[in-house]
């Protein structure tokens, strides 16, 4: 059982910086890919950014792009998003998640098979 954990999220003013952690249990963290996602009040869970398993492809969401960044740490079996130039519109649930498999399709839920419980991130303006 694959258990995600994520950290950091918290309350901070627009224009300011956050990096989201997410801890994933097991020995197998670097043969998949890996998701951020998030959900606002009375919104559906949506894509924020994708990582491959070796770093060397990463996505966006066109609403974050030059201002996240998402990376991982194989050998810490953590995946980080940064956050930068935050904006009320950014406060969310945010969640990580597993993409087993290759190929395309990064912002489909449907294609990630574990989810961690959120952090919450809430941008005051």
């Known amino acids: 059982q694959v258990q995600l954990v994520e950290s950091g999220g918290g309350l901070v003013q627009a224009g300011g910086s956050l990096r989201i952690s997410c801890a994933a249990s097991?020995?197998?963290?670097?043969?998949?890919?890996m998701g951020w996602f998030r959900q606002a009040p009375g919104k559906e869970r949506e894509f924020v950014a994708f990582?491959?398993?070796?770093?060397?492809?990463?996505r966006y969401t066109d609403s974050v792009k030059c201002r996240f960044t998402i990376s991982r740490d194989n050998a810490k079996n953590t995946v980080y998003l940064q956050m930068n130039s935050l904006k009320p519109e950014d406060t969310a649930v945010y969640y990580c998640?597993?993409?087993?498999?290759?190929?395309?399709?990064?912002?489909?839920?449907?294609?990630?098979?574990?989810w961690g419980q959120g952090t919450q991130v809430t941008v005051s303006s």
């Open positions: 990582i491959s398993r070796s770093s060397t492809i990463t």
């Open positions: 998640a597993r993409r087993p498999g290759d190929g395309s399709r990064w912002s489909e839920l449907s294609r990630y098979d574990y």
């Open positions: 097991g020995r197998t963290f670097s043969m998949y890919g």
